[in-house]
């Protein structure tokens, strides 16, 4: 069965912390995303990646940066943390497909930020 | 742009009972459409996955169906069980990282 592990479940943060949230996923796959999700707002992309090293802006990357120095781990780093980032951070993996440049999704199991 | 209904917000209905949960999408150039269920707290967990070519998947009680030309996927869960109680999210996939969701569909599966 395909993993994806986020390595905390629960954070608590003071206003103007580093945060890090960091991803693992044991399938090889290309691609890897960035989420949050909002109670009436749904999910929405912060980043994605499509191989190592490689990454683009989702649609609301803002205050956030990520990092992907090996092909199973994708890091989402909040540089100071602010208040309207405390949210539900979800970490997803998929194969590169052609022609669809995606496959299946895979979630992990999601961080609940909370910023103070 | 693409959107993504799913109608209604929230479903209550007896343990035992069939049910058809829908999506709706406003662009029919898509490559593939996902559901998930989401428990309280919890990730995304894959329940099917439809490729455009294909009209429907089946994974044990779980049945999904898609309709390009109308814009419309249903997820039938059958003999329905209070373990079938989550929030159940469609996604439209158009692209590596075109993926657009819908708002879900609470469940409650009452025993």
């Known amino acids: 069965d395909v993993k994806v592990t986020q390595s905390s479940r629960y954070l608590v943060k003071r206003t103007g912390e580093k945060v890090f949230l960091e991803c693992v996923q044991d399938?090889?796959?290309?691609?890897m995303f960035w989420y949050r999700q909002d109670p009436g707002l749904g999910l929405r992309l912060i980043y994605f990646?499509?191989?190592?090293?490689?990454?683009e802006k989702g649609d609301i990357p803002e205050g956030y940066s990520v990092s992907r120095e090996k092909k199973e781990r994708f890091s989402l780093i909040l540089e100071s943390a602010s208040t309207n980032q405390t949210s539900m951070y979800l970490c997803?993996?998929?194969?590169?497909?052609?022609?669809?440049?995606?496959?299946?999704?895979?979630f992990g199991e999601g961080s609940r930020l909370t910023v103070l | 742009k693409q959107e993504v209904t799913q109608i209604p917000a929230a479903l209550s209905v007896p343990e035992g009972e069939n049910l058809v949960l829908n999506c709706s999408f406003t662009?029919?150039?898509?490559?593939?459409l996902q559901w998930f269920r989401q428990d309280p707290g919890k990730g995304l967990t894959s329940l099917l996955l439809?490729?455009?070519?294909?009209r429907e998947q089946t994974s044990g009680r779980l049945n999904a169906s898609l309709d390009k030309s109308s814009g419309r996927s249903t997820l039938y869960i059958a003999a329905s069980q209070p373990g079938d109680s989550a929030t159940y999210l469609c996604?439209?996939?158009?692209?590596?990282?075109?993926?657009?969701f819908g708002q879900g569909t609470r469940l409650t599966i009452n025993p």
């Open positions: 997803a993996s998929s194969a590169r497909m052609r022609g669809a440049g995606t496959g299946e999704l895979f």
């Open positions: 399938m090889d796959h290309e691609n």
């Open positions: 990646s499509y191989d190592v090293k490689m990454k």
């Open positions: 662009d029919s150039a898509i490559y593939n």
């Open positions: 439809i490729q455009s070519s294909q």
């Open positions: 996604a439209v996939i158009q692209g590596a990282q075109k993926l657009v």
